[in-house]
C-alpha cells in the first residue's frame, strides 16, 4: 500500500525541491499544501500518513500547524524541513511532537536517511518497481519551463524568497548563537522596486525612529549588489546587554555593535544565497552610512546610482526584547539575467 | 617545462605576490600566536618574520586592544564567518607610520581589517587570517570632508557682517520655537529691534559708518543674550531676538537694558563720534496666534507704535481680544 505524503510548504520551488528529493523508487501518494490552514485541513482528509512540513509560512505556520496536530490528535508523523536552523527551532518542534528536523535545501541523501531512520521508508532492495516513480511524474507537480525574462514573474519571486528565506535562517541562526536568544524570522519581501521606492519598502521602520545603517557591496560575476543593516537606534541598549558589553553606551560602542551584527547577518545571508546559487562572493568593505539618522537620510546617497533593484528585506526581531534589525540586499538590474538564469536552472533541474 | 614545474611555478609566484602585496597579511593561530606575516608587515612593523613565528600578537603589539580583539576574533573562529572592522571603530589595528611621511597629512595609518577563517581538514576553524588595508587618504580626506561640511553649514547660518543668525536660519529657530510652545505651553517672547533714523545715519557719516553702528548694535544684542536666545539679523536695520522661557515682563527687563545701553554708548568711527537710538517692540507668544509669522506680526505693530510713539522706547504688544 503506497504511503500517502504531504508536503506543506508555501513556496512552490521549495514544494517541488522535496517532491524531487524524496527517495527513488518511494510508493507515495503525494498530495501538497500552500499554507499550514491547508495542511490541516489535508491530513483530516486522510492525505498526510507522513507530513513534510515547512515552518515559516503565511496565515499559519509550522509550529501552528504542529499545535493544532496534538491539539486535535490527528494521525500523522511530522518532519519538519525548515530554513530557520536555530537549534531552538528545532527545540521548539520536537517538543510539538515532530520527529525529524531537516535543514533546507532539503538534499535526496538527507531525507532519504531521516526516513529511513524512522523506518517510514525502506530500500526496495528485492524488487524495485518502476511504477511509483511514473505515478510520482504524474503528480500535480507544473514545471514552468517559460523562459525567464527580465522581470519578476510569480514563479520566480517564489524562488527568490524561498532562497531568501534559506539564506535568513542562516543568518538568524549565527545571530541567534552570538546573542544566545531566539530570532523571530519572517517571511521575506521580495520586490523588484524603483530605488524610489525603497523607502516605502521599509515598512517595518518606523519614519519618526532614528536608525543607524551600515553598507557593504558584494560581487561575482554577473551579479553584484549591496547589502544594508539598519538598526532601530532604540535596539542598541538591549544588543549591548545581550553581547555583554560593559562600556558606556556611546556612539562608539554603538559603532562597535552595528559592526558587530552587519558582519554576522550581511555575512551569513550572503554565504546562504551563493551556496544555493553555487557562486561565490567577493565582499567590499562596509561602509557606514550614518549614525542617528532618519531611514530616508540613511539610503538617499544611493537612491541616484541605480535606476531597479531586486531587493530582498528581511525584518528580524529578537524574542522577548525589543530589537528591531532590517537586512536589505538590493541587487542591481545587472544582475538580474544572471540571477535568473540560475533560478531557472534551480527549478527545472 | 613539466606540468609539475608550471605546477611549482605558479606556487612560487603566488608566494611571491602574497609577500610582495601593499596589503598586510597575517595569520593568527588559536592561540594569537603569528604563524605567517608577509612583507607589507615585515616593512611597517621593522620586525622579520622569524622575529614574530610563534609569538603571540598581543605580546608584540601594545597598541592592539586585546580585548577588543579577541571579542571580534573569536566570533569568527565560532561562527565561520568573516568579520571586517573599519577605521571609524578603531582609527587603526597596527600602528604604523603614515606611507607618506612628507607629504600625507596624518601621523599614522587609518586601517581597515577583515578576518577571515581558515578552515583545518576537519571543517573546524583552526586559525584566523587577518587583512590588513591602508585607507589612510579615504579616512583623511572623509574626515576633512566633514569639517568642511559642519563650517559651511555653520556660516550658512550666519549673518556674514554681524556674525548673528541671517534671516533664514532665524526663521527657522523661531518656527522651532513656535511648534514647541503650541506644544507645551510655554511662555517665549520675541524682540523686534530698529535702528533710529538709520537713513540719517548713512546720509551724514556715509555707509561704512553705518556699518560700523549695525555691528556695534549687533555687538551689544550679542553681549546682553542668553545662550539660549537667538539673535537674528531680520533686515537691513532691523533685528530680532527670540527669548525663549521668557515672559513678557523679563523680555521688557531685557529690552530696556539693551535701549539703555544704546542710548548711552558713543560708536566711534575715525574721528567722527556717532549716537544713535533703537525703538523696540515686544510680543509674548499667545493661543490666539496661528503661525509664527502672525508671532512675528504682534512684535512688529509694537515696534511700529514705538515708532510713532517718538522713537528710543519700548512698546509691548498686548492681544485686544
Redesign the interface.
Known amino acids: 500500500m503506497s504511503t500517502k505524503l504531504l508536503i506543506c510548504d508555501d513556496s512552490n520551488m521549495a514544494r517541488k525541491q522535496v517532491a524531487r528529493s524524496l527517495p527513488d523508487g518511494w510508493d507515495v501518494e503525494l498530495s501538497f499544501a500552500n499554507d499550514g490552514v491547508e495542511g490541516v485541513e489535508a491530513i483530516k482528509e486522510g492525505k498526510g500518513d507522513v507530513l513534510l512540513l515547512d515552518l515559516n509560512m503565511p496565515r499559519m505556520d509550522g509550529y501552528q500547524v504542529l499545535e493544532a496536530i496534538v491539539a486535535q490528535n490527528l494521525p500523522t508523523l511530522t518532519i519538519v524541513i525548515s530554513g530557520d536552523i536555530q537549534p531552538e527551532a528545532h527545540k521548539r518542534v520536537t517538543a510539538l511532537g515532530a520527529i525529524g528536523f531537516i535543514q533546507k535545501p532539503v538534499s535526496k541523501e538527507k531525507l532519504t536517511e531521516v526516513l529511513t531512520s524512522y523506518g517510514l521508508f525502506t530500500l526496495p532492495d528485492t524488487v524495485p518497481s518502476i511504477e511509483p516513480v511514473v505515478e510520482k511524474k504524474t503528480t500535480t507537480i507544473k514545471v514552468d519551463n517559460s523562459p525567464p525574462d527580465v522581470g519578476l514573474p510569480s514563479d520566480l519571486r517564489d524562488c527568490y524568497q524561498e532562497i531568501a528565506n534559506v539564506a535568513m535562517g542562516r543568518a538568524g541562526d ?1 545571530l541567534a ?2 546573542l544566545n536568544v531566539f530570532v523571530e524570522l519572517p517571511i521575506p519581501n521580495v520586490n523588484f522596486i524603483e530605488v524610489s521606492e525603497l523607502r516605502m519598502a521599509l515598512s517595518d521602520i518606523e519614519n519618526t525612529e532614528s536608525t543607524s545603517g551600515v553598507c ?1 557591496g558584494f560581487i561575482s560575476a554577473g551579479i553584484s549588489g549591496e547589502a544594508l543593516l539598519i538598526l532601530n537606534d532604540s535596539s542598541f541598549k538591549d544588543i549591548a546587554s545581550l553581547m555583554n558589553y560593559t562600556e558606556n553606551l556611546d556612539q ?1 560602542t554603538e ?2 555593535l552595528l ?2 551584527m ?3 547577518l550581511i ?2 545571508c550572503l ?1 546562504g544565497v551563493s551556496e544555493q546559487l553555487d557562486i561565490q562572493f567577493s ?1 567590499g ?4 552610512l550614518g549614525q542617528h539618522r532618519k531611514i530616508s537620510e540613511l539610503i538617499e546617497n544611493n537612491a541616484s546610482k541605480w535606476k531597479k533593484t531586486l531587493a530582498i528585506e528581511i525584518s528580524y526581531s529578537i524574542e522577548n526584547y525589543p530589537i528591531k534589525c532590517d537586512l536589505l540586499l538590493l541587487f542591481t538590474e545587472k544582475s538580474m539575467k544572471t540571477l535568473n538564469n540560475k533560478l531557472s536552472y534551480l527549478i527545472d533541474s | 617545462m613539466s606540468f609539475e614545474t608550471a605546477q611549482l611555478n605558479e606556487l612560487h609566484w603566488l608566494m611571491e605576490m602574497l609577500h610582495n602585496i601593499d596589503v598586510g597579511l597575517v595569520v593568527l593561530d588559536r592561540d594569537y600566536k603569528i604563524q605567517i606575516f608577509n612583507g607589507f608587515m615585515e616593512n611597517h612593523s621593522g620586525l622579520f618574520p622569524r622575529e614574530v613565528k610563534d609569538k603571540v600578537l598581543f605580546d608584540l603589539f601594545d597598541e592592539i586592544h586585546q580585548e577588543w580583539f579577541v571579542r571580534k576574533a573569536e566570533s569568527v573562529f565560532l561562527l565561520k564567518n568573516k568579520a571586517f572592522t573599519i577605521w571609524e571603530q578603531r582609527p587603526y589595528l597596527f600602528k604604523f607610520d603614515s606611507y607618506r611621511p612628507v607629504t600625507g597629512s596624518s601621523d599614522f595609518m587609518y586601517q581597515n581589517t577583515t578576518f577571515i577563517p581558515l578552515l583545518s581538514a576537519t571543517g573546524e576553524v583552526s586559525h584566523l587570517c587577518l587583512i590588513v588595508y591602508d585607507v589612510t587618504d579615504n579616512a583623511v580626506h572623509k574626515q576633512s570632508l566633514e569639517q568642511v561640511n559642519k563650517e559651511l553649514s555653520a556660516l550658512n547660518q550666519i549673518d556674514g557682517m554681524t556674525r548673528l543668525f541671517n534671516r533664514m536660519h532665524w526663521e527657522t529657530c523661531l518656527k522651532a520655537e513656535y511648534k514647541r510652545c503650541s506644544r507645551s505651553h510655554h511662555l517665549s517672547s520675541l524682540v523686534m529691534v530698529d535702528i533710529d533714523h538709520f537713513k540719517k545715519v548713512n546720509d551724514d557719516y556715509g555707509h561704512i559708518a553705518g556699518d560700523e553702528v549695525i555691528r556695534h548694535l549687533s555687538a551689544l544684542i550679542q553681549l546682553h543674550a542668553r545662550e539660549t536666545d537667538s539673535a537674528g539679523r531680520y533686515g537691513g536695520e532691523e533685528f530680532a531676538i527670540l527669548l525663549p522661557d521668557t515672559a513678557l515682563k523679563s523680555a521688557y527687563v531685557f529690552a530696556e537694558r539693551l535701549r539703555r545701553t544704546v542710548n548711552d554708548s558713543i560708536v566711534k568711527y575715525n574721528d567722527i563720534e556717532i549716537k544713535y537710538s533703537i525703538s523696540v517692540g515686544v510680543a509674548e507668544i499667545d493661543a490666539n496666534m496661528k503661525s509664527h509669522e502672525s508671532w512675528i506680526e504682534s512684535a512688529d505693530s509694537a515696534l511700529y507704535q514705538s515708532k510713532s510713539k517718538g522713537r528710543n522706547c519700548i512698546s509691548l504688544y498686548k492681544n485686544e481680544t
Open positions: 549565527l548563537r552570538l557593504q562608539n559603532l562597535e559592526m558587530d552587519s558582519n554576522v555575512g551569513a554565504k565582499q568593505q562596509p561602509v557606514v
